[in-house]
């Protein structure tokens, strides 16, 4: 049995899958929070190129993949599959576990599919600069790599502490050669009004973001680009999850479960809508488990309501699981699974039962990616341990009941630069942590009684 | 035209080639420093199991990988060949350049090819504990990840300073279940009297060598272990020019040169020995060459002498080129190519001017990697980036010459965990460095002092 599925470059998808065509329950639309009325093309093309509001907002089922996205796509896609024979054998299960790792792209994660796209339709529309903001550093990593291929100027707004803690990535964004600041800065107001009240903060996510967005406003030739939750980035990362049916197929194999993490949504979106897609219209069964910390539980134990996209309310009102956009999440090592909400689709998808959320505590995480390194030899991320944590107890599941099943995880990167949240857990610095319902019912508080009148 | 050539697992060779078996002159032997005798299995079998001092000393063509071992490299092997679309075009060269990719491994380079089978011979001979040093921490990462699949102990012996600078790759090494010690430590005799002289010192790979030598003589149960130089290890990595040769033949293409940076030797070797087995039994015409910092020219600048192989002078005397085994290397950051000589079957080609060498200075290295980085996609490593820009070198005097040629680069490994090294570029506070002729000199006095009589 080989452990390895690779597929030739002609197996690229030559579409995007929109699985807002298959949903039985459309999603609501976003609102714009002044006039409480759904925010149409015109609400955000200050921001974004036309290209992507039309994907944003579009019902069909399939879009093209421009020839120009597929020749950059070739550089690190089709990503490979394994068998994890490995961590089978460890655990000596009747299942069997492949998993697709994205770990192979150019910043190492599978941000890099949708941020190709990005700028593709930037450069469409002559845009000449792209700002975004980053946290943990894997999607300004990504945008910069993007940029590169188009010759286009990326400017990086990077959470100060970040910027501090993570010298590495932030210079993997300068050799692709993006320009990267430490947010907040000075080359906004709303950097400059942040830094005369306080000239050590720490920074914040809703603050880059801000300051990327002003950015983008003030200037035609500029444009705001955002690494996850909106749906035509949850439709570019589709790639992944059309690739892996293709490899289960040389494999013949169908999965009976697929686990992937969610931080925004955008890549357990891109392993499993492809496969939904089966459940809603093949009468397949597989379940789809997103796994998000219990350190920022928005699909276990946040509601379903009206929110800001982002901490400082700039965005459209979007209809999704939150804990509020002012929650703030224990201090994790995985930055990417820190969000307050869930992408629109998967949230209605999490509301309408046809995908399923779990939340695990990062001690059990870490373990679990130690445990993978050793039988794998992969170093994952931390956002990544979360799924193999899931993987694991599904595993273990059905060595308890006796049965074989077959599941797909999606690594969605590898830990090389971020071997410090290692570092902590070897040292025994990192803790669990877990909201009391009191905690998460107060931050909700003003969320709630800013909903719309039904 | 695919970008990728993959091979499947049952294309991973059977066989180690020994290119001592193909050689017009054989190298000269090894000398007890005592007795100025060749030396013998007894004078390695402190330190070595007898499975591997057999293939130091052999002389066979061909060498069976064990099972054991073939299954273990499944878990990266065959490694990916890529053609260098994207490096091509920015070039405008009528070349055509591939690239073999090492650092999908799972410590990011061609190291565990031979840690693997090292361990594995160790762990035929009861072997319990395996120790060894490292400098930036590759090998050290390497031997961790093989110790692991194994179930045998590992320990390593950092050299101070990367401890201190680098300390991604000591947690990558505990990740894989290693120990990892500062070096000089005070865990041999060794290191205490360093630490008595210099409390302070920031150690050095000589010192690192002599505290894992100790540990192994110290004990019975173990054994130690190095990751280049030795005819062993050079073995071990010719499963990246077998595959390399396979790789070829379905792009229908052949090289004209083959481009590998050398250190030790074995990345060099690796991908070189089963291509030059072609010059010399089949009439193949490849050059082969290796390229080294400007700041350790043992290639270009070096002699050909009996030299020790550790600054501390434990090893046998090896006949090879060298600057000598107390020589200082300027301090740039290629920590793999700093050693002072080169293997005894590189040296013994390269003096019957069947390879070449050349040297060049960093600046140009690192140029060539940020140019690498932005058009294949891969942030390489320092020791790579030497690779790289001689590719482009010979690139572009193709487009010179109006000539197409084949070129086929080791890219051995990624850079990720050595991003300090690209930060400190783009800050300017990298340099180039020559030594004087007579600094050269001087250096070797003492060596030259040492040859054995003819």
Redesign the interface.
């Known amino acids: 049995m ?3 599925i ?1 597929l ?2 002609s197996d690229i998808p030559s579409h995007w899958y929109n699985i807002v065509a298959d949903m039985p329950n459309k999603p609501q639309p976003p609102l714009n929070p002044k006039t409480g009325q759904p925010a149409g093309p015109d609400d955000l093309s200050p921001i974004f190129p036309m290209g992507l509001i039309q994907q944003e907002v579009s019902a069909d089922r399939y879009i093209e993949i421009p020839d120009q996205v597929r020749d950059i796509y ?3 896609r089709p990503s490979p599959m394994y068998r994890a024979t ?1 961590l089978e054998k460890l655990l000596d299960t009747p299942a069997k576990i492949y998993y697709k790792y994205e770990g ?3 910043s ?1 994660s599978h941000k890099p599919n949708t941020a190709v796209a990005q700028v593709y339709y930037n450069k469409q529309e002559g845009v000449k600069n792209i700002t975004t903001e980053t946290g943990a550093g894997q999607w300004g990593t990504a945008l910069a ?1 993007a940029c ?1 291929q188009f010759d286009i100027n990326c400017e990086v707004y990077m959470v100060r502490i970040s910027y501090d803690q993570k ?2 990535r ?3 964004m ?4 993006a320009e990267v600041y430490p947010s907040p800065s000075d080359r906004t107001q709303a950097g400059r009004n942040i830094l005369a009240d306080d000239p050590e903060t720490s920074g914040s996510l809703g603050i880059a973001i801000s300051e990327a967005i002003e950015r983008a406003v003030q200037d035609d030739h500029t444009k705001y680009s955002l690494g996850s939750v909106l749906n035509h980035v949850l439709l570019h990362q589709t790639v992944i999850g059309q690739e892996s049916i293709k490899q289960l197929e040389y494999a013949g194999d169908y999965p009976d479960v697929i686990v992937a993490p969610l931080g925004g949504g955008s890549n357990f979106a891109g392993i499993s809508f492809p496969f939904l897609k089966n459940n809603l219209s093949d009468g397949k069964k597989t379940r789809f488990v997103a796994v998000e910390p219990a350190s920022c539980p928005k699909l276990t134990q946040g509601e379903f309501l009206y929110d800001f996209g982002d901490s400082a309310g700039y965005t459209p009102l979007l209809p999704m699981y939150t804990l509020g956009h002012n929650f703030k999440p224990a201090a994790i090592h995985a930055g990417g699974l820190r969000y307050h909400g869930a992408s629109v689709l998967c949230s209605q998808l999490l509301k309408d039962e046809l995908i399923e959320a779990v939340a695990i505590q990062q001690l059990e995480c870490f373990e679990a ?2 445990t993978f ?2 039988t ?4 994952a991320a931390p956002e990544a341990t979360h799924g193999i944590a899931q993987v694991i107890r599904e595993a273990e599941q059905a060595k308890k009941e006796g049965v074989s099943k077959t599941i797909l995880l999606n690594l969605c990167g ?1 830990g ?2 971020d ?2 949240a ?2 902590d857990y ?1 040292a025994g610095k990192l803790s669990d942590h877990s909201f009391s319902e009191n905690e998460l019912k107060n931050g909700l508080k003003e969320i709630l009684e800013m909903q719309p009148e039904a």
Chains 1, 2 share one sequence.
Do not use: C, L
């Not at 300068?174 to 050669?177: A, K, R, V």
């Not at 794998?376 to 170093?379: H, Q, S, T, Y």
């Open positions: 080989s452990r390895k690779f030739d470059e070739k550089i690190w490995g192979v792209s150019p190492g790599f590169s010298p590495y932030k210079v993997m300068n050799t692709f050669g990616g130690v390194a050793k794998e030899g992969i170093i590898h090389f630069v071997m410090q290692y570092e070897f």
